[in-house]
């Protein structure tokens, strides 16, 4: 995926999950990111699912 692509997905998440998805490009830990921002661990968890699936179906997209 190129970084337009990528660029252009994560500025279509809402606040919290920009929050959430730049703490784990960083490098963050999910346990940190939930107590860093005060949410669960299984919804941060989702949150990172949530956005590997719509990179997934952008490269697909791409590719074919």
């Keep these: 995926i190129d970084i337009e692509t990528f ?5 279509l998440l809402n606040d919290t999950d920009k929050a959430i ?11 940190n990111i939930a107590q860093d921002l005060h949410l669960s661990h299984t919804f941060v968890c989702e949150r ?5 699936l719509n990179l997934e179906k952008n490269i697909t997209s791409i590719s074919k």
């Design 48 to 52: 990172i699912y949530q956005f590997q």
């Design 21 to 31: 998805i730049k703490k784990y490009i960083e490098g963050y830990s999910i346990k």
């Design 7 to 11: 660029t252009h997905i994560f500025l």
